[in-house]
Structure formats: structure tokens, C-alpha cells
């Protein structure tokens, strides 16, 4: 009687990547062996699932370059619409009630709240829990600004509050969210960020340029008192306070606006 051999394989490298070209080998019921491609086993795993559904709440917002009027495109369609020159403001989520424009870009590196001790004026609360009722940022941000003095200073660029303020982003024409149309986002603001985090995130990754959302902690426009304001942990939803001085990340936000 013939011993059938078998032939053992050697040792393999574990990879997580598909290069182009790759197949993966499937077996059907007789055990013939054929090969797929990763597209095609896409769509077989999917099952006929419309994936751009996941992404119902976030857009695209761009001021259309012929005429400056504020548009969202959905996601899929942003592509042909960059190659034509379009520029995106930023990722518009509509959330709870909600329509906020994240920016495309941050801070180039971190940022002090003010340079000294300060009450903005904004929305105000020692209570973690009540804060998170803030999504007036536009109105935080307008009064911050509006309290800043040679002694504590939050209407410059170097400091929180003035590198949102001064935030811009114009079309081919230079029009669009020019400066005085972003602000610093409230903690419920930010909140929502974190809730739509890996959605936003992918849109910007389609936008030329962007910088994704880091889970780092961010501040907002909320304040805890005079000499602490309240931040937002991206990564892990954490709400607390730091004092004003101290280095934070900063996203800038806006509005469907013209």
C-alpha cells in the first residue's frame, strides 16, 4: 500500500498588509483551490452592506469656488470634486441636534489657555457632569477674546482661544470659514468630536493636507475658574481641568456658514 507524503511547509511571516496583486486562496465544496482578489473578497464578506450608510452623519464642507456657497459632499464624492479644485473648510458631523465644522488642521504643537489667570466670561461650571450641557463655544470664544489684557493675554495666536479665532480657510478665490468664523470648541463640542472620532478622522484623511485628530487631550472653551479651564482626552473621552498655562492640543470649529 502507497503512503501518501505530505509536504510541510516552512515557517511563514505574519503580515497585516496586502500588496496589489496578492490573492488569498479559497477552497470550495469539492476542495478545488482558487484564488481572490482582496477587492472581490471584500464585497463577498460585506454581503451587499452599503458601508457608505456608517458614514450618514459626516460630510465634507466646501465653499464652492464659482459662486462661495457653503456645500457638504459626502465623502465618496469628495475625490472628484478636490481634483477639480475645490478646498475643503473641514468635516461637518451632525450629531444629537448638532451641526459642527471640524477643521481640517490643529495647532502645530501645543497651546497655554491664556498667559495668566483670567475669567473669559464664557460658560462656567465646577460640576463635570453639568459641563458637558456647554456647545456654545462660538459665544466662549467671542468673550475670551473680548477679556484679554497686556497681563493675561488670550487673543494671540500663541495662546488657545486667538489660534482659533484666527483660523482660516479659504476656496481658490480666498473666500470661504475666513478668520473670526472658527472658535474654540466647548467640552460638549468636543464631546461630540469623541463620539464621531474614527468617522471624522477617515474624512480626513481624503481631505489634501489634513492632519488627523490625535488622542491626546484637547482644550475647550469651557471654563472650570479664573485659573483653570476644562479639556477633553480624545482617546479615551476623559473630562477635566488643567490650569490655563498649561500645553494643550487645539482644533479649531465652525458652522455651516456662509
Not at 468617522?199 to 471654563?223: F, M, P, Q, R
Request: charged share 15%; with cysteine; proline share 3%.
Amino acid at each position: 500500500m502507497a503512503i501518501k507524503k505530505t509536504k510541510k511547509l516552512s515557517a511563514q511571516t505574519a503580515t497585516t498588509t496586502v500588496a496589489t496583486g496578492e490573492k488569498f486562496a479559497k477552497v470550495d465544496a469539492n476542495g478545488k483551490v482558487t484564488l481572490i482578489d482582496l477587492a472581490s473578497l471584500k464585497t463577498a464578506l460585506l454581503g451587499g452592506i452599503d458601508t457608505r450608510a456608517i458614514l450618514d452623519n459626516v460630510f465634507i464642507m466646501y465653499h464652492r469656488k464659482r459662486d462661495n456657497y457653503p456645500v457638504l459632499s459626502a465623502p465618496n464624492a469628495w475625490k472628484a470634486l478636490q481634483d477639480a479644485g475645490e478646498v475643503a473648510d473641514g468635516v461637518a458631523v451632525m450629531d444629537g441636534g448638532h451641526l459642527l465644522v471640524v477643521a481640517p488642521t490643529c495647532s502645530p504643537g501645543t497651546l497655554p489657555w491664556s498667559s495668566a489667570n483670567i475669567i473669559g466670561g464664557g460658560f462656567s461650571s465646577t460640576d463635570r457632569i453639568g459641563v458637558i450641557s456647554d456647545f456654545n463655544g462660538q459665544n466662549n470664544t467671542s468673550s475670551i477674546i473680548s477679556k484679554s489684557t497686556s497681563s493675561a493675554v488670550t487673543n494671540t495666536t500663541a495662546y488657545a482661544p486667538g489660534f482659533c479665532n484666527a483660523y482660516s480657510r479659504v476656496n481658490a478665490n480666498g473666500e470661504g470659514l475666513t478668520a473670526g468664523k472658527w472658535w474654540m470648541p466647548s467640552v460638549g463640542e468636543m464631546l461630540l468630536i469623541f463620539a464621531n472620532l474614527r468617522k471624522i478622522n477617515y474624512c480626513l484623511s481624503l481631505i489634501s493636507g489634513a492632519v488627523l485628530i490625535a488622542d491626546l487631550w484637547h482644550w475647550t472653551s469651557s471654563e472650570y475658574n479664573s485659573s483653570n479651564g476644562w479639556y477633553v482626552t480624545i482617546g479615551e473621552g476623559v473630562i477635566s481641568t488643567n490650569q490655563k498655562s498649561a500645553l494643550g492640543k487645539v482644533r479649531p470649529v465652525s458652522a455651516f456658514t456662509r
